[in-house]
């Protein structure tokens, strides 16, 4: 037991609370396995739940209409922080099945696996490599299957997506987080393409799906993903005379019952090939995507849909909650729409969020037309929020938000005579209301007034959160006596002293090889649209004919405060992407991703983006992202592009008028 734990349970204990279950495992830690996987940096289980911090969710934006009831969840920010508020969500009872059983029935995940991974296809489609290897990269994982785990159902089941570079590792691990005993397959996706002559290895032609169920009674739901029989080859794999009715129908004669007893029946070799072959663990019918598959939405790793929903079907009914924490193109968020499941998809890209914000606005299109109609959902923030909405919040909503946003327990008190709002590791918390006292500040004062008050009965520590133009000093804490005060500012992230861990944002990539790179993001931030100056116009490249359109970023300069070092490019240093909708509907007010240029090759082309004068509509919507997750919007008219050679003139703070509209809309 940590001492901060040995705190937290007196003061449970001296204010008479109910103590929860999760404290057994505290007070009394199981015995260590039999063998375990150790390495440096290994977290214990109960540390890992209790500090990571539960990000509150805030909406941007409702799709498909407004209704009451469950909304289908796109989350954009890091999902083990996500995944902390899914927990609490599950535990208040928000997180339910159509039946009514809380959790998450299904997690597919497909984590980022490779180094170098190559494709098969052109050079663009080497898709990643990770930054996160040996250690480091099996406690990302590790973290985040102890959340999946506490976020599945009773019955629920996951799969883990692996090939042959990390599979072995991640094994022990889910042995380890979900039981030995839970252990259900390893699935082998055996998929054919191109044969490469080497003499150093085999070729590798398989990825691995790890399949755990939460526990024994978890099923499969096998009806649902037979394979059809080819009836030729069922016919000769009966082994038996096949007899024809005067109708022509063809039949053999089965058996049923014990040896001792068996009773022979007629059964028609229809029924035999309808039927269907029971699905073993060793899946080669699916195919590999292709970089010309109508089904590729020009997001790297993508996976076919036929994969995931033969996983979706077998592991999940009508209504049920199926969730993918590293979202990617969004191939679980469709299977999940068109089977008719509630689903939740998380991922820390903003490639990924709008990749999978076009493919769920077509998927009316892609699955029947105007018959099928897709459920709502809504897209949130976690860990970055536009702070301008959260300054419109009743007080009461407000000061809610600031208690989760630090992780802190909402527990109203007294302790000498001053009010609090709530409980940080047993330590009173008071969130400030700078509103309420006309704008007043947070001074050295004020804290002295509290201490005089209250003094040793705050305990070491007390937490005061507010704005962060609210508090007149810069000091981390004041020391009085032998109490110390932190301060908890917002919008900045977290305390070093408290957490151990400079904030780190939720870093974009600048070029394709670094779209899945993993990423451990602790803390939040506040939205700060990046100031954005550009210049728009036609030129032709050396020796071509056909003219082309092109947006040049002259300045792109990100406002988010960090402790992290940027490699120096010029002014436009935090560029990360430039995403484009080449004809943007302004009555639909929805971005539908057509293209994507990254920092890295626009910074080759000398800060340019440039791109076919054909594919220009009536209007361009082009979002420039930042290495942080800000985004700068402008809508710029066709015939903004007309000038050859002459780019029209620079223009300033459109962006920042954009994305502000664009908060606050719903669908």
């Given at each position: 037991m940590t001492p901060d734990q040995r705190e937290k349970l007196i003061h449970l204990l001296q204010a008479g609370e109910e103590i929860s279950p999760e404290w057994a495992r505290v007070m009394f830690p199981p015995e260590k396995r039999e063998y375990e996987l150790v390495y440096h940096g290994k977290e214990r289980e109960e540390d890992i739940i209790a500090n990571t911090i539960a990000v509150p969710l805030q909406p941007v934006r409702s799709f498909n209409g407004q209704s009451e009831g469950w909304h289908n969840k796109l989350i954009f920010g890091d999902n083990l922080q996500t995944m902390k508020r899914l927990l609490e969500m599950k535990k208040a009872g928000e997180l339910c099945n159509a039946d009514g059983s809380p959790g998450v029935r299904l997690v597919y995940i497909d984590p980022p696996f490779a180094t170098m991974k190559e494709f098969h296809g052109s050079e663009d489609q080497k898709a990643y490599q990770d930054k996160i290897i040996g250690a480091q990269f099996i406690e990302f994982m590790r973290k985040r299957l102890i959340l999946l785990r506490e976020l599945l159902a009773d019955d629920g089941a996951i799969y883990v997506h692996l090939d042959w570079k990390k599979v072995h590792y991640i094994k022990v691990v889910m042995d380890e987080v979900f039981g030995q005993n839970n252990f259900r397959n390893d699935i082998t996706w055996h998929y054919p393409g191109r044969e490469m002559h080497i003499s150093s290895k085999f070729n590798a032609k398989h990825d691995t799906l790890l399949f755990y169920a939460k526990s024994p009674m978890t099923r499969i739901r096998m009806d649902q993903v037979v394979i059809p029989y080819d009836r030729d080859e069922r016919l000769k794999g009966l082994r038996r005379k096949v007899h024809t009715d005067e109708d022509g129908r063809e039949w053999v004669w089965e058996t049923r019952g014990q040896a001792a007893g068996q009773e022979a029946y007629k059964r028609y070799v229809d029924d035999i090939v309808e039927q269907g072959k029971p699905l073993s663990d060793v899946w080669s019918d699916l195919q590999f995507l292709r970089g010309n598959h109508p089904e590729r939405t020009g997001y790297p790793t993508q996976k076919p849909a036929a994969l995931v929903e033969r996983v979706v079907k077998a592991s999940s009914a009508l209504g049920d909650i199926v969730l993918d924490a590293f979202a990617g193109s969004g191939t679980t968020c469709a299977v999940a729409e068109k089977l008719g499941r509630r689903w939740i998809g998380i991922d820390c890209g903003k490639l990924a969020v709008y990749t999978i914000q076009k493919r769920l606005l077509n998927l009316k299109e892609e699955v029947g037309g105007e018959k099928f109609s897709t459920a709502p959902y809504t897209l949130y923030n976690a860990g970055l929020y536009d702070f301008s909405r959260l300054r419109e919040l009743p007080w009461e909503e407000w000061r809610r938000f600031a208690l989760t946003l630090f992780g802190c327990r909402e527990e109203k008190h007294t302790r000498g005579g001053i009010q609090f709002d709530g409980t940080l590791k047993a330590c009173p918390v008071q969130v400030f209301d700078y509103r309420q006292h006309g704008g007043a500040m947070v001074t050295e004062e004020t804290l002295g007034s509290i201490h005089e008050a209250a003094g040793s009965r705050i305990g070491s520590r007390m937490f005061i959160i507010a704005p962060a133009l609210a508090f007149d000093f810069q000091q981390d804490y004041i020391q009085l006596g032998d109490v110390r005060y932190y301060a908890l500012r917002i919008p900045y992230s977290i305390i070093h002293e408290l957490h151990q861990k400079d904030f780190m944002a939720l870093k974009q990539p600048i070029d394709e090889l670094a779209v899945n790179d993993t990423v451990d993001a602790v803390g939040f931030d506040f939205i700060r649209t990046p100031d954005l100056e550009y210049k728009t116009g036609r030129c032709r490249r050396s020796g071509e004919l056909l003219e082309e359109a092109f947006i040049s970023i002259e300045r792109f300069h990100s406002e988010a405060v960090v402790r992290e070092p940027v490699k120096k490019r010029g002014n436009r240093e935090t560029l990360s992407m430039v995403m484009l909708d080449y004809d943007?509907?302004?009555?639909?007010?929805?971005?539908?991703?057509?293209?994507?240029?990254?920092?890295?090759?626009?910074?080759?082309?000398?800060?340019?983006?440039?791109?076919?004068?054909?594919?220009?509509?009536?209007?361009?919507?082009?979002?420039?992202?930042?290495?942080?997750?800000?985004?700068?919007?402008?809508?710029?008219?066709?015939?903004?592009?007309?000038?050859?050679?002459?780019?029209?003139?620079?223009?300033?703070?459109?962006?920042?008028?954009?994305?502000?509209?664009?908060?606050?809309?719903?669908?």
């Open positions: 943007y509907n302004v009555e639909e007010d929805v971005f539908s991703l057509d293209d994507v240029f990254y920092a890295g090759e626009i910074e080759a082309a000398n800060w340019r983006v440039q791109f076919p004068v054909e594919r220009l509509g009536q209007r361009v919507m082009a979002v420039f992202v930042d290495i942080y997750g800000n985004e700068a919007r402008v809508l710029i008219p066709a015939g903004e592009f007309a000038a050859t050679e002459r780019p029209s003139r620079a223009r300033k703070g459109r962006a920042v008028k954009a994305v502000q509209q664009d908060a606050v809309r719903k669908s």
